[in-house]
C-alpha cells in the first residue's frame, strides 16, 4: 500500500480529534482446556473496559498479575481478536477488521515488549530487526533502509556500526533500545509498551525511561505504558488507570490518584509500594490484604474486589460499583467502587504491618 | 526523522568511554559461534575427518580400479577363488580378499561408498525438506490444517516399515529409485513432528508476536523469523538421520529389495556374505566394518554438531 | 561475636570465552538476629557470592574464608556442607517453582527434610510441618499440607519455601530475591512473614536484592556491591542518608521515586562492566561523575569513612561527602496517616 492510500485509511494526517483511541466495553475471553475435562472454562481476563487515550499524552496501566493490563494493550493493538466491544483508532473503527485491513494501522500504532531477550529474534542481525518495519511494509529499497536504520539507531543511542551484530551480543538495555527503535521506524502515533523497563537493571531503566520521555517530546508520540511498577508509572504518566481482575477499578490524573486515592484497592497498592526512603518506611502503615488474588476463571460477581476488600458489604457482592466520579471528583477522576475512601480515610486493614524504629 | 538536540543521541566520544557494556567481538553469529564450538570438540573433528576420507574413498573409487587393476564387477573364477570355488582371504593381489564369485572386496567396498553416501545424503535431504515444509505448516498454522497433517504424521510413523517397503518392492521392482523412495516416505514423519514440536514453541516467543505486530504476512513470518531458529534443530537431527537411512539401504538391499546384483553396495555384499561367512570371514567383516565405520563417524558427528549448537544439552 | 564473617571472598569461572571473575575480595559480617540487605545489579556477583558460601556455585574457584560458628564454610567438606545445609543455614531463592519439587506434596517435602536431619518420628514431623505452614500464614494449613506446589499461588509458594527453610530453626536464612518475581502485595506479605519469622526465631537473614525499597524496609545493615566487589557498607539510615560511595549516591538518585512526574531522571550513563577481564582498580571509574587520577592508579580499599566508624565505603574522595543529607524521595502515598510508635 502507497503511503497516501495508507494515511487515507487511517483518517487525515492533521486529525483534529483530542482522543486518539477510545475502547469501549472490552471483552477478551481465553477458552481454557479444563483439567477435569467436565466444562469449558474460559479465563476472563479483560471483562468490560472502557477507556479513552488523548492525542500526545502517556497513559498509565497499573495492576498486578493476573489483572489483564498485558491482554488490555494487545486488544487495543488489535494484536489480539476481541470477544466483545469496540476499539476506534483515530475515528476509524477497527474492531472487527481483518487482519489485511489492519496493515496500515499497524504504521500507526506500535509496541514495545518487556523481555529484552526474547522480543528480538537471535539469529537475526540487528540492523535487519529494525529494517523489519521497512521491508514489511516496501518502504524505500535496500540503501534507503540502511540509511534510515542507522538514524534510527542513533536516535535510540545505539552505535550505528553496530548495525551487523547480533542481539547476543548487546546488553540487556541496549536491546530494549534495538525494540524502541524498531517501533519508531514508521513513526507511529501510538506507541504501547509492554513493561518496557521491568526486567533492566535500575540505573538502566532510567536511561530507557529517558529515551523514552525524549522521545515523546520530539516526536508527539502518545504512550500506553502498562507497568506493576507503581513508582515507574508515576514518574512517566500524565493519567493512570488502575486494573484488577479485567476491570479498572480507578482512573485519574496521576497527582489525583496517589493524593486522593479512592479505590481501596488503589490505596492497598500504593502502600506495599517499598518507598527506598527509611524515614518514609518507618512512618508509613502498611496495609496487608489478605487472601490471594481470586482466579480470572472464576471472579467473584459483583464487584471483583470484595472478598479482599476491608471496607466490603452486602451490597459489593450483589452489584457491580459503576466506573463514575465519585465524593465529589471532576470527569478526569472515576471510580468504581460502593464505599470509596475519603482524603485521609485510612483503611481498617486486614493486617498492620509497621516497622519498629530505624 | 529530524535530528533534534537531545542528549540521548549517540555520541561518538561519550561511547567510546562508557560503552563498555556490548560485547568486544564484532559480528559473531550464532552459527559462527556454533562453528567454533564444533572446531574444538576433539571427537567430532575426526569423526569429519573420517567422513571426508570416506567420501574421498567414493568419489576417487576408480583409482582403486586404476591401482589394483580389478574393476568392481569383474570376476576373477581363476586367480581370485580357491580350486573349491571359495573366496580367496586377503593377499597380495587381493587385498582385502575377494568374494564367491572372485571379486575384489577392497574395490567393490570403495564403490560401495558411493552407493552409501550418495543415498545417505540424498535421501536425507529429501526427507528433510518434506519433512520441514510440512512440520512448519502445521505448527504455524494449527487448527484444522494441524490436525490433519498432525494425524498423517502419526499414521505414517505407526505403518511397519518392512511390510510396506516389501509391498512397495513387489509392485514397482527393487532399484535405486524404489531405495530411496521407499526411506523418503517413512522419514519425512519424524523430522516434520520434531519440526512442528518446535514450531509450536517458538511461535509463542515475543520476536514473532512483534513481527505479527508490525503488520508481517504468515509467509514472512514462517520464514524470516520461525524457520532460521528451526534450522538449528533441523542440522542436529539430519546430520543424525544420515546413518540411520545408510543402515536402511543397507537393509533394504540385503533383504534383496534394494539395489540388485552385481551392483557393489555393502548391504548386497553382506547379504551374499551370509553362506560363506564360516570360510570367509573377510568377506563378512570388511563390509561390515565399513558400515559400521561410516554409521559411527557420522552418529559421533552428530552428536558433536548437537553439543556445538546446544552447549548445555551435554553437561 | 559474629555469626558469619567472610574474608577475602574471590569467585571464578572458567567458561570458553576466559575467566570470569564473579566476586572481586568481598568481606562482610553477619552478627545474629540482624538483617543484612546486600544490594546489587546484575553482574555485581552478589548471588555466586552467597552461593558460593553454601557450596552450590558450580564449577567455581573459590578462595578466601567465612567463618560461620567456627567452621570456615569455603573450606568444608561436603559432608559438613550438607549437615550445615538446611539445619544451620536455610536457603529461599528467587522462583518458587523450580525449588519445590513439583511431583510430592509440600507438606511431604518440609517432613523429608526435618527427618533429613532430626531423627524425628514421621507423625511429629508432620505435625511441625502444619505448625510451620501456619506461621507463614497459609490459611488452612491442616488441609493444604498435603497440597502439591502447583496448587498454591507464587506468593504463597514463596511462603511455604520460607516454612521449610526455617523447618529446623537456622540461625542464619539467605533469601536470593525472594520477592523480585512477585507483585507488589504479594511482596509485602512476604516480607511480613520474613520479620516475623525473624522476630520469632531470631534468625539472621542474608537479603539480596536490586530494589532499594526492600532495603530501605527491611533492612538493618547494607552492602552495596558492584562488578564483584563491595563499594560500601553502611547501616540503613547512613546508606540512604550519608552515603559516601559515588555509586550508591547514582543508585539512590536513577530510581523513579526520586523524580516528579515526566521529569528527566539521572540515571548512571553507561552499563556495567564485563566481568572477563581486567576492570580498573576501581571498577566504577569508567562510569563515576566524580573520577580522578589516583583513582585509576590505586584501588581505594574498603575502609571506615571516619576513623574508627562502622561505616565503609571503598572510594577515594573526601570523607565530608557522606554528611546528612535531606531525603529527596517524594513518598508515593503521602496521605497514608503516619503512626507514631
Same mark, same amino acid.
Not at chain 1, 66 to 74: E, H, I, Q, V
Not at chain 3, 217 to 240: K, L, P, S, T
Given at each position: ?358 | ?315 | ?64 574464608? /567465612?567463618?560461620?560458628?567456627?567452621? !570456615?564454610?569455603? $573450606?568444608?567438606? %561436603?559432608?559438613? @556442607? +550438607? ?57 488452612? /494449613?491442616?488441609?493444604?499440607?498435603? !497440597?502439591?506446589? $502447583?496448587?498454591? %499461588?507464587?506468593? @504463597? +509458594? ?57 532495603? /530501605? ?13 563491595? @563499594? ?110
Amino acid at each position: 500500500m502507497t503511503d497516501q492510500a495508507a494515511s487515507a485509511a487511517t483518517g487525515a494526517i492533521e486529525s483534529r480529534s483530542e482522543t486518539l483511541l477510545h475502547i469501549e466495553d472490552i471483552r477478551k475471553y481465553f477458552k481454557v482446556r479444563s483439567h477435569a475435562g467436565t466444562s469449558r472454562a474460559e479465563v476472563k481476563a479483560v471483562d468490560g473496559v472502557t477507556l479513552d487515550v488523548r492525542r500526545g499524552e502517556t497513559l498509565g496501566l497499573v495492576g498486578e498479575t493476573g489483572c489483564g493490563k498485558s491482554t488490555l494493550a494487545r486488544c487495543m493493538a488489535r494484536l489480539y481478536d476481541l470477544t466483545s466491544g469496540k476499539v476506534v483508532f483515530e475515528d476509524h473503527d477497527i474492531s472487527r477488521t481483518s487482519r489485511r485491513g489492519l496493515r496500515p494501522v499497524r504504521r500507526q500504532m506500535q509496541m514495545i515488549f518487556q523481555d529484552p531477550y526474547g522480543s528480538l529474534n537471535p539469529r537475526r542481525r540487528v540492523g535487519s530487526i529494525i529494517g523489519d518495519p521497512f521491508a514489511i511494509h516496501q518502504i524505500g529499497d535496500r540503501k534507503d533502509r540502511k540509511g534510515k536504520v542507522q538514524e534510527l539507531m542513533q536516535l535510540v543511542g545505539l552505535n550505528p556500526e553496530h548495525y551487523n551484530r547480533f542481539p547476543n551480543e548487546f546488553s540487556g538495555g541496549q536491546r530494549q533500545r534495538i525494540g524502541v527503535a524498531r517501533a519508531l521506524a514508521l513513526q507511529p502515533r501510538l506507541i504501547v509498551c509492554d513493561e518496557p523497563v521491568s526486567a533492566l537493571d535500575v540505573s538502566i531503566q532510567a536511561q530507557v525511561l529517558n529515551l523514552l520521555t525524549d522521545l515523546q517530546q520530539e516526536f508527539g508520540l502518545t504512550y500506553v505504558f502498562i507497568t506493576h511498577d507503581l513508582s515507574v508509572v508515576r514518574h512517566v504518566s500524565d493519567r493512570i488507570a488502575v486494573m484488577y481482575l479485567g476491570k479498572v477499578v480507578e482512573v485519574a490524573r496521576t497527582d489525583d490518584i496517589f493524593s486522593t486515592t479512592r479505590h481501596p484497592y488503589t490505596k492497598a497498592l500504593l502502600s506495599a509500594l517499598p518507598v527506598p526512603d527509611p524515614d518514609a518506611a518507618d512512618s508509613r502503615e502498611r496495609i496487608v490484604l489478605t487472601g490471594d488474588m481470586p482466579s480470572p476463571i472464576n471472579p467473584p460477581p459483583a464487584c471483583r474486589f470484595h472478598t479482599r476488600c476491608p471496607k466490603a458489604q452486602e451490597i459489593c457482592s450483589r452489584e457491580e460499583p459503576p466506573l463514575v466520579p465519585v465524593l465529589g471528583d471532576d470527569g478526569s477522576h472515576l471510580t468504581a467502587c460502593h464505599f470509596p475512601l475519603e482524603v485521609g480515610e485510612t483503611l481498617r486493614p486486614g493486617t498492620v504491618a509497621q516497622r519498629e524504629g530505624g | 526523522m529530524s535530528m533534534g538536540s537531545s542528549d540521548v543521541r549517540f555520541d561518538e566520544d561519550v561511547a567510546k568511554e562508557v560503552e563498555v557494556g556490548a560485547s568486544p567481538v564484532e559480528g559473531r553469529s550464532p552459527w559462527l559461534l556454533a562453528w567454533q564450538r564444533l572446531r574444538h570438540d576433539r571427537v567430532a573433528m575426526i569423526s569429519l575427518g573420517v567422513i571426508v576420507l570416506i567420501a574421498l574413498v567414493a568419489i576417487f573409487a576408480p583409482v582403486f580400479t586404476h591401482i589394483t587393476g580389478h574393476p568392481p564387477n569383474q570376476q576373477y573364477l581363476r586367480q581370485g577363488t580357491t580350486s573349491a570355488g571359495l573366496p580367496l582371504s586377503p593377499n597380495g593381489k587381493f587385498w582385502l580378499g575377494t568374494d564367491n564369485l572372485g571379486r575384489d572386496i577392497l574395490v567393490r567396498i570403495a564403490f560401495g561408498a558411493r552407493i552409501s553416501l550418495a543415498v545417505g545424503v540424498v535421501a536425507t535431504l529429501l526427507t528433510v525438506a518434506i519433512g520441514v515444509v510440512v512440520g512448519l505448516a502445521a505448527g504455524f498454522f494449527r487448527g484444522i490444517v494441524d490436525t490433519i497433517l498432525a494425524r498423517l504424521v502419526d499414521v505414517v510413523l505407526s505403518v511397519p516399515f518392512i511390510l510396506v517397503a516389501v509391498a512397495l518392492v513387489s509392485i514397482a521392482g527393487p532399484g535405486l529409485t524404489m531405495t530411496v523412495l521407499v526411506i523418503g516416505f517413512f522419514s519425512w514423519a519424524s523430522v516434520a513432528r520434531i519440526v512442528r514440536g518446535q514450531v509450536l514453541s517458538i511461535r509463542e516467543r515475543e520476536y514473532v508476536e512483534a513481527a505479527r505486530s508490525l503488520g508481517a504476512s504468515n509467509f514472512r513470518i514462517m520464514f524470516i523469523d520461525i524457520l532460521p531458529n528451526v534450522l538449528a534443530q533441523v542440522i542436529v537431527y539430519t546430520t543424525l538421520l544420515i546413518p540411520v537411512v545408510i543402515v536402511t539401504q543397507a537393509t533394504l538391499s540385503f533383504l534383496g529389495l534394494g539395489l540388485q546384483p552385481p551392483t557393489a553396495d555393502w548391504g548386497g555384499m553382506l547379504a551374499e556374505s551370509q553362506t560363506y561367512y564360516t570360510v570367509a570371514w573377510w568377506f563378512v567383516a570388511f563390509p561390515g566394518i565399513a558400515l559400521l565405520i561410516t554409521t559411527l563417524a557420522f552418529n559421533l558427528f552428530g552428536d558433536g554438531v548437537r553439543d556445538a549448537f546446544d552447549p548445555r544439552a551435554g553437561r | 561475636m559474629a555469626l558469619l564473617e567472610v574474608d577475602d571472598l574471590h569467585v571464578s569461572f572458567d567458561t570458553p570465552d576466559g575467566v570470569v571473575r564473579a566476586v572481586r575480595g568481598v568481606s562482610f559480617t553477619v552478627e545474629p538476629g540482624q538483617t543484612l540487605g546486600i544490594v546489587g545489579e546484575s553482574g555485581s556477583g552478589k548471588s555466586v557470592a552467597t552461593q558460593s558460601l553454601t557450596g552450590l556455585a558450580a564449577g567455581a574457584k573459590v578462595t578466601g574464608a /567465612a567463618m560461620f560458628d567456627g567452621l !570456615d564454610l569455603l $573450606h568444608a567438606s %561436603s559432608r559438613e @556442607m +550438607r549437615h550445615i545445609r538446611g539445619r544451620r543455614i536455610g536457603m529461599i531463592f528467587q522462583d518458587p517453582l523450580s525449588s519445590l519439587h513439583p511431583a510430592y506434596s509440600v507438606g511431604w517435602q518440609i517432613v523429608e527434610m526435618i527427618r533429613a536431619h532430626e531423627a524425628v518420628p514421621r507423625r511429629r514431623a508432620r505435625e511441625r510441618a502444619i505448625e510451620l505452614l501456619d506461621l507463614v500464614r497459609i490459611p488452612n /494449613a491442616r488441609a493444604r499440607v498435603d !497440597d502439591y506446589p $502447583h496448587q498454591f %499461588s507464587g506468593g @504463597m +509458594r514463596q511462603r511455604v519455601m520460607i516454612a521449610m527453610a526455617m523447618a529446623l530453626s537456622p540461625s542464619l536464612l539467605i533469601a536470593d530475591e525472594p520477592t523480585t518475581a512477585l507483585d507488589v502485595t504479594v511482596q509485602a506479605q512476604v516480607l511480613k512473614v520474613m520479620q516475623d519469622v525473624q522476630a520469632e526465631f531470631g534468625t539472621a537473614i542474608i537479603l539480596i536484592t536490586h530494589d532499594l525499597g526492600v532495603i /530501605a524496609e527491611i533492612a538493618d545493615e547494607v552492602v552495596v556491591m558492584y562488578a564483584g566487589q563491595v @563499594m560500601e557498607r553502611a547501616r540503613r539510615r547512613e546508606a540512604f542518608y550519608q552515603y559516601h560511595h559515588p555509586y550508591t549516591e547514582g543508585l539512590l538518585a536513577s530510581l523513579p521515586a526520586r523524580g516528579g512526574t515526566r521529569e528527566r531522571l539521572t540515571p548512571i550513563p553507561g552499563s556495567p562492566p564485563s566481568l572477563l577481564g581486567k576492570l580498573d582498580p576501581c571498577p566504577f571509574v569508567p562510569r563515576c561523575p566524580y573520577v580522578f587520577d589516583k583513582c585509576r592508579r590505586e584501588e581505594p580499599p574498603l575502609a571506615p569513612v571516619y576513623p574508627g566508624e562502622h561505616h565503609l565505603s571503598a572510594c577515594w574522595l573526601d570523607p565530608d561527602r557522606a554528611r546528612s543529607r535531606e531525603s529527596a524521595h517524594t513518598d508515593p502515598a503521602p496521605d497514608i496517616a503516619p503512626v507514631r510508635p
